[in-house]
């Protein structure tokens, strides 16, 4: 157990090394001379991208009927945003439940739009990062083949989570093996309550169309990023190259992707620009998106934590 903790050093370790095989020197000469044109278009990204992730999240809402002003579930979203980024594998997101559960005084049916939000995001990811390696598999077996398992291993999931009997036959094996007694009967009406709020097929269906396009505009503002670094590379190419980079980023290692997402970016784009220059670009689209989402973030923990005095 004590080893897990210290796993999201290994990105910091990663990106170490990678800013000392570079220079630092190189890429602050990176830096300063991106294109603030792309940089100022990045911007004009985050408040579409935001609205979009809210919407869809409350659209799997309403199918529940649990009712929120939009306005709610925006620094809801915001928040998580802060804690997704800073924590391993994004896991921070699942901070949404709790807000739910605020109002809907229900564990299971609070958990049931965030974790199929958060099923199809890492889904769709992963069906990205799989159209991607297809690509590459003539030069990049590797990756073609991570790629591979990780889809499979997704799409099993999500199948799975969407089965309650499958569902309630893998469960109960932790349920009956590991769940200490007392945890039990709480356990057993959440998992009741998590299937009878699941939205119905057809919305699902609706929300994976969604994710897709979400996560495509994502990409879109890492292009930008990329762009601003003088990264020469076409849109449709890096549609295609750049979820590889987020899949492999999701591994609980690193923060926010950092030092993963750049190994691989380096392995991908080697021939489109200058290694300081991919570095920056993905370092950039990362910090700017931190800060960006922590500032707003602690803002509104700061008034929520007000108000309760």
Same mark, same amino acid.
């Given at each position: &157990?004590?080893? $897990?903790?210290? &796993?999201?050093?290994?990105?910091?370790? $990663? $990106?170490?090394?990678?800013?000392? /095989?570079?220079?630092?020197?190189? %890429? !602050?000469?990176?830096?300063?001379?991106? *294109?603030?044109?792309?940089?100022? %278009?990045?911007? $004009? +990204?985050?408040?579409?991208?935001?609205? %979009?992730?809210?919407? /869809?999240?409350?659209?799997?809402? /309403? =199918?529940? =009927?649990?009712?929120? =002003?939009?306005?709610?579930?925006?620094?809801?979203?915001? @928040?998580?945003? #802060?804690?997704?980024? !800073?924590?391993?594998?994004?896991?921070? *997101?699942?901070v949404k439940i709790a807000y739910l559960q605020e109002k809907t005084k229900n564990l299971g049916k609070s958990a049931s739009s965030v974790v199929i939000d958060r099923a199809l995001d890492f889904l769709v990811v992963a069906f990205l990062a799989f159209l991607g390696s297809l690509s590459l598999a003539s030069r990049e077996f590797n990756i073609f083949y991570a790629c591979i398992i990780t889809f499979i291993l997704f799409l099993a999931g999500f199948t799975v989570l969407l089965n309650r009997k499958l569902m309630k036959f893998f469960a109960g094996i932790f349920y009956n093996s590991l769940l200490p007694a007392k945890f039990k009967r709480n356990a057993k009406k959440s998992f009741?309550?998590?299937?009878?709020?699941?939205?119905?097929?057809?919305?699902? !269906?609706? &929300?994976?169309?969604? +994710?897709? @396009? #979400?996560?495509?505009? !994502?990409? +879109?503002?890492?292009y930008l990023s990329a762009l601003a670094f003088n990264v020469q590379i076409s849109y449709m190419k890096f549609l295609i190259i750049f979820p590889i980079s987020v899949i492999i980023s999701l591994l609980p290692i690193t923060i926010s992707g950092l030092g993963t997402r750049e190994i691989v970016l380096l392995k991908l784009l080697g021939n489109s620009a200058e290694k300081q220059n991919i570095v920056a670009f993905s370092m950039f689209?990362?910090?700017? *998106?931190?800060?960006?989402?922590? +500032?707003?973030?602690? @803002?509104? @923990?700061?008034?929520k934590g007000k108000k309760k005095k």
């Open positions: &157990m004590k080893l $897990l903790k210290f &796993m999201p050093v290994i990105g910091i370790i $990663l $990106l170490g090394y990678i800013l000392a /095989k570079i220079g630092v020197g190189n %890429l !602050v000469s990176a830096f300063q001379t991106a *294109s603030y044109f792309y940089v100022f %278009l990045m911007l $004009l +990204t985050f408040l579409p991208l935001l609205l %979009l992730q809210t919407y /869809k999240w409350g659209y799997l809402l /309403k =199918k529940q =009927k649990i009712n929120f =002003k939009f306005s709610h579930l925006l620094k809801f979203q915001i @928040i998580s945003l #802060f804690y997704e980024l !800073v924590t391993p594998a994004r896991i921070g *997101s699942f009741g309550d998590f299937y009878r709020n699941m939205p119905p097929m057809q919305s699902i !269906v609706f &929300m994976f169309a969604l +994710t897709a @396009i #979400f996560w495509i505009l !994502v990409y +879109t503002q890492a689209w990362a910090l700017l *998106s931190l800060g960006v989402y922590t +500032t707003a973030g602690l @803002i509104l @923990i700061f008034k």
